[in-house]
């Protein structure tokens, strides 16, 4: 079993900085990727942020430029540092996994609890 563990978020002003952390525990797995979604009240979920195991980013457009995600490998853990923030970008954020435990086939999403950024004008 699997568990995504999501620290930070909080309430910030317009303009400023907030990271978030994720850290993967529990069993032996291999990692395909790791990132944050969010989702506002009334509106779909969407990316914010994505590495793979490659190396490559992926970042949504309503954020590129503001966000920078990174993973440590060896900790099992991702970082997601954002800057200039907007009111607009208030809403939950979910870690995100997609991962393969060990004796597993296949991959498996993994999803963290979430966590509020809210974001003062």
């Known amino acids: 079993q699997v568990h995504l563990v999501e620290s930070g978020g909080g309430l910030v002003q317009a303009g400023g900085s907030l990271g978030l952390s994720c850290a993967a525990s529990?069993?032996?797995?291999?990692?395909?990727?790791m990132g944050w979604y969010r989702q506002a009240p009334g509106k779909q979920r969407e990316l914010v942020a994505r590495?793979?195991?490659?190396?490559?980013?992926d970042y949504g457009d309503s954020v590129k430029g503001r966000v920078t995600i990174s993973v440590d490998s060896v900790e099992k853990t991702g970082y997601l540092l954002m800057n200039g923030l907007k009111p607009e970008d208030t809403a939950v954020y979910y870690c995100y996994a997609f991962l393969t435990p060990v004796g597993a086939e296949t991959p498996s999403d993994y999803w963290g609890q979430g966590t509020q950024v809210t974001v003062s004008s």
């Open positions: 590495a793979t195991g490659l190396g490559t980013t």
């Open positions: 529990g069993s032996a797995f291999r990692l395909g990727a």
